[in-house]
């Protein structure tokens, strides 16, 4: 029962960030197409809970932590010549020992950190500054993110680091460019939550894409918002999507996501019931993962029937 609760819960927070992209779609790209010049090499580093992924472009790094916990969370560590930006922490004691520890083993100052929704382990980051949106604030303090961070910590115990180890944001900052530590970041305000552009890196970070895993969808509006986003990504053409919930994606996971979204909208037309919903998305998407969304999906697109 627990197990369920924490799914849920996790699926609470991700609507509340599908959400405020409908309320904030479409106004963040600038120009034409970009024209990426950044060479990546990618090399791993296995820690005692998790794997790092390093993307090395030469005057930058992103350190990209995949966790492995009970909630596939994902974050990150900017790293330039003589410092490291994080961006979203871990969740569960194991993992954010392992954290800090190759953090320590970077022999670089971590002075700053951006956190969204993923504010656990503030025992592990005392005197970093913490930077945020107003929205993003006020939902950590008693808000969605807050309830929902409360919420996980009731499902999984002290070994998820809510409760009283909630991090708040201490930095807020406005929608637009904001350089920290010699890192240029574009924010992009997506009310309880928010998006970073980092130019140097042709890079975004966003709360959730993923190529081949169904979407929570509450209605037609916010799936024309969700398409317009993703439009918007490929506009900029950024290289790399940083995901809280997945590994870095690349474009080809635009172009799934928007194609996705549309099969979707397609389906909702045609089909009279949740169940002819589920059948459908399942047939038209036979390997993606995430079922539990999907059904969440077909609750909230066919209410009558629940």
């Known amino acids: 029962m627990k197990k ?3 799914i849920f819960l996790l699926a609470a927070i991700l609507l509340v960030a599908l959400s405020g992209c409908a309320a904030n779609s479409s106004d963040n790209a600038e120009g034409d197409s970009a024209t990426s010049d950044v060479q990546t090499e990618i090399s791993e580093v296995t820690l ?19 966790t492995g916990d009970a909630l596939g969370d994902e974050c990150y560590i900017i790293e330039l010549s003589d410092a490291l930006v994080g961006i ?21 100052p971590m002075d700053d950190i951006f956190i969204c929704s993923h504010a656990t382990g503030a025992s592990y980051i005392e005197g970093l500054t913490v930077y945020g949106t ?8 008693n808000g969605s993110t807050f309830e929902t961070t409360q919420g996980l910590y009731e499902t999984f115990g002290d070994d998820f ?14 929608e637009g460019s904001v350089t920290v530590t010699g890192v240029a970041f574009k924010v992009i305000d997506r009310g309880d939550t928010h998006d970073l552009e980092i130019p140097e890196a042709n890079s975004i970070y966003t709360h959730m894409l993923g190529k081949t895993s169904h979407s929570i969808l509450v209605s037609k509006e916010q799936m024309d918002a969700m ?10 053409g950024y290289d790399l999507i940083l995901s809280a919930h997945s590994a870095p994606e690349g474009q080809d996971a635009v172009t799934e996501k928007i194609a996705y979204l549309e099969k979707a909208e397609e389906l909702t037309g045609s089909c009279s019931s949740a ?8 047939e038209a998407f036979p390997d993606y993962t995430g079922d539990n969304y999907l059904e969440m999906s077909a609750g909230f697109l066919y209410p009558s029937a629940q």
């Open 4 to 6: 369920k609760i924490g």
């Open 227 to 236: 398409i317009a986003s993703l439009k918007d990504y490929q506009t900029a």
């Open 134 to 141: 107003q929205g993003a604030q006020d939902a950590i303090k």
């Open 161 to 174: 680091h809510g409760g009283s180890d909630m991090i708040q944001i201490n930095k807020v900052v406005p």
């Open 48 to 66: 005692d809970a998790g794997v790092i992924s390093v993307y090395d472009m030469g005057d930058l790094k992103i350190h990209a932590y995949a």
């Open 275 to 282: 169940d002819e919903f589920i059948t459908a998305m399942k």
């Open 88 to 108: 979203e922490a871990p969740s569960f004691t194991q993992n954010l020992h392992a954290w800090k520890a190759y953090i320590e083993e970077l022999g670089k």
